[in-house]
C-alpha cells in the first residue's frame, strides 16, 4: 500500500509539473544539437546530454516505444548484427570491438529518438520544441557573430572558452586561413556544420506539416548568420531552401510591383555592393576553383566519398564504424554497410520525397554536407524529419 502510495504521489508530481519537465526535455535536446562536435573523451557532450534526456524521460514516466516502433528498431539492429556476423566471418579485415561499438551506439540513438518522439507527439509539444529549437539557435548565431568580433579585435575580447571541447586552429574559422576573412562558426567545430544546424531550423521553420508557426525574425537571423559562415555548401542549401519557401507561397498570378518591392531590391543590391569585395574572395573566386578543379570540396563531397566503397564487399561493406571520415552519408553507408543498407536508405530519402517533397529535398541535400550517420547529429535531423515531416491536417492545441 505504501508503494502504491509513493507510486501515485509521483504520477501526481510529475502532471503537476509537466510543463517543466518539457521545458527541461526540449531544451536539453535543443542544446544536444549545438554540441555534437564537443568532445569530452570518446564520447560528445551530446552523448551525455541524450543520457540525461533518457533519464528524464523515464523518472518522468513519459519514456514509451511502441509496439510497431519496437519492430522496425529491431528490424534495424537484425539488419546490422546479420551484417556484423557475416562480416567477422568473411572480411578478414573487420574489427569485430569497432563493429559492437558501432551497434551500442545506433541502439543507444534509436532508442533515444524514439522516446522523445513519442514524448513529443503525446503531448503535442511540436509547437513548444521548435519555437525553443529557435532561440537556442538565435543564441548560437549571437555566440557565433561575438566571436567574429573578437577574433577581429585581435585578443582584445576574450572567446577562447567556447572552443574549450572542439577546435582552435587558424584554419577551422579563417578563409584559407587568411585572418582577414574570419568564417563564423560559433560553438561548433567548421563554419560548415554551424551552416548544417542551422540550415535543419530553417528547414523546419518553412515546410513543416503540423501547423506550427515561427515568426519570421528568427529565420531571418537564422539566414543573414549563415551568410556569415561563407560555407559555400551551407550556403547554397539555405538559397535552395528559400527559393523553395518562396514558391511556396508565391501567387504568380497575384503579384504586383509596390514600393516594398523596390525597397527591398535597393537594400539587397547596397548590401551586395558594400560586401563586393568579400563576395568576390568567397564566392566567386571560389565558384571558379571549383569549376577550374583547382578547390576540391565539392569533388570531394559528391565523387571522392566513394572511394572507400570496397567492390569486393559490396554486398556486406567493409562493417560498421570501418569507413574513415568523409562527407557523403550515402557513400558512408555503401561502403559500411553494403548494397541493402544503401538501397533502404534510398528508398527512405524517396518516401520522404513522397510525404513533404521540400523536407525531402533538404534531407538529400543534407546528406551530401555532412557525413557521418552514426554522429548524434544525424539522429538529431532523424528525430526533427520524424516529427515535423506530416501531421498536414493536425492542428495543434498548445500555446508554445
Known amino acids: 500500500m505504501e508503494n502504491n502510495s509513493l507510486i501515485t504521489k509521483w504520477k501526481d508530481f510529475n502532471e503537476t509539473y509537466s510543463y517543466g519537465w518539457s521545458i527541461l526535455i526540449l531544451f536539453l535536446m535543443s542544446i544536444s544539437f549545438v554540441v555534437t562536435d564537443w568532445m569530452i573523451g570518446i564520447f560528445t557532450v551530446t552523448d551525455y546530454i541524450f543520457a540525461i534526456v533518457g533519464f528524464s524521460l523515464l523518472v518522468s514516466g513519459n519514456y514509451r516505444v511502441r509496439k510497431k516502433q519496437l519492430l522496425w528498431i529491431l528490424l534495424l539492429l537484425g539488419i546490422i548484427v546479420a551484417n556484423i556476423v557475416m562480416n567477422v566471418n568473411l572480411n578478414e579485415q573487420f574489427v569485430f570491438k569497432t563493429g559492437i561499438a558501432a551497434l551500442i551506439r545506433i541502439t543507444y540513438y534509436a532508442g533515444l529518438v524514439v522516446g522523445v518522439y513519442n514524448y513529443v507527439k503525446d503531448q503535442e509539444l511540436e509547437a513548444r520544441f521548435l519555437k525553443i529549437l529557435n532561440i ?15 577574433l577581429y579585435s585581435q585578443g582584445k575580447l576574450p572567446y577562447e572558452f567556447f572552443w574549450n571541447f572542439t577546435r582552435t586552429d587558424l584554419l577551422s574559422y579563417a578563409f584559407n586561413e587568411n585572418p582577414a576573412f574570419i568564417r563564423t562558426r560559433s560553438v561548433f567545430s567548421e563554419p560548415a556544420y554551424l551552416g548544417f544546424f542551422l540550415n535543419i531550423v530553417l528547414a523546419m521553420n518553412y515546410f513543416n506539416k503540423g501547423n506550427v508557426k515561427i515568426h519570421k525574425g528568427f529565420s531571418l537571423v537564422l539566414t543573414l548568420t549563415m551568410l556569415l559562415t561563407f560555407s559555400y555548401s551551407a550556403i547554397g542549401i539555405m538559397v535552395m531552401i528559400q527559393v523553395l519557401n518562396i514558391l511556396k507561397k508565391m501567387n504568380f498570378r497575384s503579384l504586383k ?18 560586401s ?12 571558379g576553383d571549383i569549376l577550374s578543379g583547382e578547390d576540391g570540396s565539392a569533388y570531394f563531397r559528391i565523387i571522392r566519398s566513394w572511394d572507400f566503397v570496397n567492390t569486393e564487399h559490396i554486398f556486406l561493406g567493409n562493417g560498421i564504424g570501418h569507413t574513415p571520415n568523409v562527407w557523403n552519408v550515402y557513400a558512408y553507408i555503401l561502403s559500411d554497410l553494403g548494397l541493402i543498407a544503401f538501397i533502404l536508405s534510398g528508398l527512405f530519402s524517396l518516401y520522404l520525397l513522397l510525404v513533404n517533397f521540400k523536407l525531402g529535398l533538404v534531407f538529400i541535400a543534407l546528406n551530401f554536407q555532412k557525413g557521418g550517420y552514426l554522429n548524434p547529429a544525424f539522429s538529431i535531423l532523424l528525430l526533427l524529419i520524424f516529427i515535423y515531416m506530416g501531421n498536414k491536417n493536425k492542428k495543434l492545441h498548445i500555446n508554445p
Open 136 to 150: 537556442v539557435a538565435v543564441i548560437v548565431c549571437m555566440i557565433g557573430v561575438y566571436i567574429t568580433i573578437a
Open 257 to 274: 510591383w509596390t514600393k516594398n518591392t523596390t525597397i527591398y531590391i535597393l537594400l539587397f543590391l547596397v548590401v551586395i555592393l558594400l
Open 276 to 287: 563586393w569585395d568579400l563576395i568576390d574572395a568567397t564566392i566567386i573566386q571560389r565558384t
